[in-house]
């Protein structure tokens, strides 16, 4: 009767050295112990991580080339000429309203931008352009900085322009209107203030709400240019 017993102990102990013979494998694999060639497992693993560092640099250098081409996203061929023009100029400001129309993502904003740099473009072309976002009294920049000359002789007069694209104005609710006007009204009270020549240049047709709104500053000097 004590063969089962017997067997019983047999099996156990086969099952033993087959636990036994699997973690000897786990740990040659561990240790890279196994007997075909010199550390194959390290050589894979280190192939492995090496790719792994090349995809992490592919990756950053991806990234950083989004990041600087993004900035022009969305710009047609127009936009991007006028960019190119006035980085080419040696005019202060020039540069940084280029680079407020790369990097803006409100395409409303950027008619405006532009619209802006394609007048100061034109200044330049006169040779009246002296400046672009040029600070004439404390938190107060214009958009444009020019020269004007009176009767022969006459020293040069340094007048200020503000330039105002507004596509989407008759589509806005009255109280939009209504602030974006006031916010200009006091926009061009604050370049009056200073003493020198403000010009509004408008693009299209001035409506009715903001001839009304300027009829005051018009009689105190405000010139108005429809462009």
């Given amino acids: 009767m004590a063969i089962p017993a017997l067997r019983e102990v047999e099996k156990d102990k086969t099952i033993e050295e087959y636990r036994r013979s699997i973690w000897a494998r786990e740990n ?8 075909y060639g010199p550390g ?10 090496n790719w792994l560092d090349h995809v992490n640099e592919a990756i950053k250098v991806l990234i950083k080339a989004f990041t600087e081409a993004k900035t022009w996203v969305g710009l047609s061929s127009k936009e991007t000429r006028v960019v190119e023009e006035l980085e080419k100029l040696n005019i202060q400001g020039a540069k940084t309203l280029a680079n407020r129309i790369r990097t803006t993502r409100n395409p409303q904003f950027r008619i405006g931008l532009v ?3 394609k007048q100061a473009l034109e200044y330049h072309r006169q040779g009246a352009l002296l400046a672009i976002e040029a600070p004439i009294a404390e938190g107060a920049r214009c ?3 020019i020269r004007e000359f009176g009767k022969i ?9 503000e330039v ?13 209107k209504e602030k974006m006007i006031d916010k200009m ?5 604050k370049y009056m203030a200073t003493g020198k020549p403000v010009i509004l240049e408008w693009y299209g047709k001035l409506p009715p709400e903001v001839e009304e709104k300027l009829k005051d500053l018009r009689e105190q000097g405000l010139r108005i240019r429809e462009i």
């Fill in 28 to 35: 040659a694999i561990h240790n890279e112990e196994m007997p």
């Fill in 40 to 49: 194959p497992l390290k050589k894979l693993r280190d192939l492995i991580f």
């Fill in 115 to 117: 619209s802006q740099a």
């Fill in 143 to 145: 958009d444009l900085l």
């Fill in 153 to 161: 002789g006459a020293e040069e007069t340094r007048t200020i322009v």
């Fill in 164 to 176: 105002k694209y507004w596509p989407g104005f008759s589509r806005m609710t009255q109280r939009e």
């Fill in 185 to 189: 009204d006091k926009q061009l009270k």
